[in-house]
């Protein structure tokens, strides 16, 4: 009996699985039940390419949307008018007293023009080079947020507090104070769409960055100032006069959007993903 039991495993062991499959491997065809998407790791000189036209892109298409003056001082006044019935229009208040403080709003002036991107590269070389594995997903994120923004700019056309014309008489700090704080401001003006103020890509990019540093980085004080950014960039685009507080709440929209691109691609959000590149399967 024992040995027609063997027989019997035997057989069944020896039969060909349904299909012409081989045993050791899935059929062709049947849905995998895998969790997130296995990253790859990326490549410095496809990363290089891809960022620099990627920003080369994004700023060709922002400056060639229509300067749509009427439009972007009638927004501009609706924006105002909405945050006063919500009782937040203190931006106004904000910018006279911190440009009051010369050097306070002066070091806000070249934070504004510099931060915004020094930081970004930064933290996108961090993750290259320590999370490989969830750069791409990153990455992704970053640049959805980023495209999703352009359409904001088409869109609504929005004068920042500085450029209203009927607005309580905001200070444009950078050309009171000759700094240059702003590619919408003094000789750089005539190159830069001076009504693409919503979405605010300051906030966007920066809350970006702060959720990369707090969930990512080792060390405490470091989480700390990464989540801390986000809120000086706030405090910087008001009292700088270039973004209302709405144009913030957009920038948040804008991120919230590049993270579900970039779960949706990579079923997990990058934080998520493993550190490093799974190595190739043999």
Not at 132 to 143: E, H, V
Not at 151 to 167: Q, T
Not at 208 to 233: H, S
Request: proline share 6%; with cysteine.
């Amino acid at each position: 009996m024992g040995e027609a039991t063997a027989k019997t495993l035997e057989g069944r062991t020896a039969s060909p699985p349904p299909n012409g499959e081989s045993g050791d491997r899935p059929p062709a065809g049947r849905p995998s039940r895998r969790g997130p998407r296995t990253p790859r790791r990326p490549r410095l000189w496809f990363e290089v390419l891809l960022i620099a036209i990627g920003y080369w892109t994004y700023s060709l298409v922002r400056n060639a949307v229509p300067e749509q003056r009427a439009d972007a001082q009638r927004n501009a006044d609706w924006i105002w008018s909405t945050e006063q019935t919500l009782h937040i229009a203190v931006e106004h208040t904000v910018n006279k007293a911190v440009n009051s403080v010369t050097w306070l709003i002066v070091g806000m002036n070249y934070y504004y023009a510099t931060l915004h991107f020094v930081l970004t590269i930064g933290v996108l070389v961090w993750l290259y080079r320590r999370h490989p594995g969830r750069y791409g997903a990153a990455r992704l994120a970053l640049f959805a947020t980023t495209a999703v923004a352009l359409l904001g700019y088409y869109l609504y056309p929005l004068a920042p507090p500085r450029l209203m014309d009927g607005g309580p008489g905001f200070v444009d700090t950078v050309l009171v104070h000759h700094t240059w704080g702003s590619m919408a401001s003094g000789n750089l003006a005539d190159v830069s769409n001076q009504y693409a103020a919503m979405p605010s890509m300051h906030i966007g990019w920066s809350l970006w960055c702060g959720v990369t540093i707090a969930l990512l980085a080792r060390w405490v004080w470091v989480r700390v100032l990464g989540a801390l950014y986000p809120v000086a960039t706030l405090a910087v685009i008001v009292s700088t006069a270039n973004h209302f507080w709405l144009d913030a709440v957009g920038g948040l929209l804008c991120l919230a959007f590049g993270f579900a691109v970039s779960y949706a691609w990579y079923r997990a959000f990058p934080y998520r993903l493993a550190r490093q590149v799974a190595s190739a399967s043999r």
